[in-house]
Nanobody
Framework: QLVESGGGSVQPGGSLRLSCTGSYITLYHYAIGWFRQAPGKERERVSC????????NYADSVKGRFTISRDNGKNTVYLQMNSLKPEDTAVYFC??????????????WGQGTQVTVSS
């Protein structure tokens, strides 16, 4: 019910924009979180945007580089990722839930999209 796209391979310093589109789910009814998981590491919340779209939050590791936004007309939430670093390499997931929170707070998950940052 959530479909991510936009992942790929990029050099350090590059940019990618991830998209999370709802299929049979209207995203503006939900808080949307972006998470990532690197091999051997726990799933980490990168960013989350509430139903109102106000005051999105970010992990300290991505503040100032990543921006989350909504386009309700397209039923899509974006994650703009700039100044990418090798440590940003991971599978990125979007999730929909009632409020921004830990992974257990979300009701729906996408299948993930791979982001690889390497020279």
């Amino acid at each position: 019910q959530l479909v991510e796209s936009g992942g790929g391979s990029v050099q350090p310093g590059g940019s990618l924009r991830l998209s999370c589109t709802g299929s049979y789910i209207t995203l503006y009814h939900y808080a949307i979180g972006w998470f990532r998981q690197a091999p051997g590491k726990e799933r980490e919340r990168v960013s989350c945007i509430s139903t109102s779209g106000g005051s999105p939050n970010y992990a300290d590791s991505v503040k100032g580089r990543f921006t989350i936004s909504r386009d309700n007309g397209k039923n899509t939430v974006y994650l703009q990722m700039n100044s990418l670093k090798p440590e940003d390499t991971a599978v990125y997931f979007c999730a929909a839930g009632g409020v921004c929170g830990s992974p257990g707070a979300y009701d729906y998950w996408g299948q993930g999209t791979q982001v690889t940052v390497s020279s």
